[in-house]
């Protein structure tokens, strides 16, 4: 096994001491030019590589950002996750990227991760609808950010989209459509986006003068492709089977329609469908998805702004004060919501 360079190594092939090599990496402006030169030659010739764990242990806290998702797997949290990470590169800081699989349990694990690792600050989609996760968490000292959340009982800094504004904006145009009899295919009812989406579509029933047993809800354990084929299934089997299908979030929809294909009921003449996030596969399926577009990017570097000002308001003399932000949906009609009534 090949031995790891350290710093007295550095320090001796650069013929300067251990202080000089640690003012090179650390203030580099405060070593002359010639032995600046002469101690970075070492360290690239010698692959010499810091320890961050040590430097960490030393300042007692890492150069690190965590995020904790609900699904990796969908591309809505990529995209958050672009944002976050590119709020977090501008000020010098990493991203650590974790994905609870909607799993209290797991949720609970990399909880207790990030606190042994030291992180500046904790991005985090909670799917533990107690809250015990967080209260947990939150005695260790250490700041975070709710995204696409906002969870019953916190305090914190959040950042989130109005799911009930947007649930009603796709019930609402099946309604304009003249769908009078629709599903709502809903994922695990304990998250709130598929309580409050609910709430949304029920609300833009209301609005046209329709009652609550106008939406039909499907709910299923998860929010991907395969629960969404499920769920596809279901519908088929309904003896009355309603005209359009609202899904919690675009990854249902596509496994909705990939039922429908399959069945030969054919999408938008047959069933409408709309979804939700407005993912890039959205556009890009065999019928191009309507769907309700969440600013994603935008959510993930709103998140990571404002925890980088709680994390440097630990150093202001004026306390942190906590934001909420919410931001609006938009509807994005495309061809699987245009069928003529």
Same mark, same amino acid.
């Given at each position: 096994?090949?031995?790891?360079?350290?710093?007295?190594?550095?320090?001796?092939?650069?013929?300067?001491?251990?202080?000089?090599?640690?003012?090179?990496?650390?203030?580099? @402006?405060? $070593?002359?030019?010639?032995?600046?030169?002469?101690?970075?030659?070492?360290?690239?010739?010698? %692959?010499? $590589?810091?320890?961050?764990s040590a430097r960490q242990l030393r300042? %007692?806290?890492?150069?690190?950002?965590?995020?904790?998702?609900?699904?990796?797997g969908n591309p809505f949290f990529v995209d958050v996750a672009r944002g976050a990470e590119r709020a977090a590169r501008d000020t010098g800081l990493g991203v650590m990227v974790c994905n609870s699989a909607q799993s209290s349990s797991e949720e609970a694990d990399y909880l207790s991760l990030f606190a042994e690792q030291r992180v500046r600050g904790v991005l985090l989609t909670p799917t533990d609808a107690s809250g015990r996760n967080i209260e947990a968490f939150r005695r260790n000292g250490i700041p975070? $950010?709710?995204?696409?959340?906002?969870?019953?009982?916190?305090?914190?800094?959040?950042?989130?989209? @109005? @799911?009930?504004?947007?649930?009603?904006?796709?019930?609402?145009?099946?309604?304009?459509?003249?769908?009078?009899?629709?599903?709502?295919?809903?994922? =695990? =009812?304990?998250?709130?986006?598929?309580? @409050?989406?609910?709430?949304?579509?029920?609300?833009a029933l209301a609005e046209a003068g329709l009652g609550p047993d106008c939406l039909r809800e499907l709910p299923t354990e998860r929010l991907d492709v395969a629960a969404g084929r499920d769920a596809g299934a279901r519908l088929l089997g309904l003896a009355e089977r309603p005209t359009a299908?609202?899904?919690?979030n675009d990854l249902l929809a596509l496994g909705v329609l990939q039922a429908m294909y399959a069945a030969g009921v054919g999408v938008p003449d047959d069933l409408a469908i709309v979804g939700y996030d407005d993912i890039e596969f959205a556009a890009a399926a065999a019928v191009p998805l309507t769907s309700v577009r969440q600013p994603a990017v935008t959510?993930?570097?709103?998140?990571?702004?404002?925890?980088?000002?709680?994390?440097?308001?630990?150093?202001?003399?004026?306390?942190?004060?906590?934001?909420?932000? $919410?931001?609006?949906?938009?509807?994005?009609?495309r061809r699987s919501s245009l069928s003529a009534r």
């Open positions: 096994m090949a031995q790891s360079v350290g710093i007295k190594d550095v320090a001796r092939a650069a013929g300067v001491s251990v202080g000089t090599v640690s003012n090179v990496i650390n203030r580099p @402006d405060s $070593v002359a030019s010639e032995t600046r030169a002469r101690v970075l030659s070492a360290i690239d010739r010698l %692959g010499y $590589v810091r320890s961050e300042a %007692g806290r890492s150069r690190i950002m965590g995020l904790l998702v609900l699904d990796m975070f $950010v709710l995204v696409d959340r906002v969870a019953e009982g916190t305090t914190e800094c959040s950042v989130s989209v @109005d @799911d009930v504004a947007g649930g009603a904006l796709a019930v609402r145009h099946l309604v304009d459509a003249g769908h009078r009899s629709i599903a709502y295919v809903s994922g =695990p =009812p304990g998250l709130n986006q598929v309580r @409050d989406r609910r709430t949304g579509a029920l609300n299908v609202f899904c919690a959510m993930g570097a709103l998140a990571a702004e404002l925890l980088l000002e709680e994390i440097e308001a630990e150093t202001a003399p004026a306390p942190h004060e906590h934001r909420r932000v $919410v931001l609006q949906p938009e509807l994005v009609v």
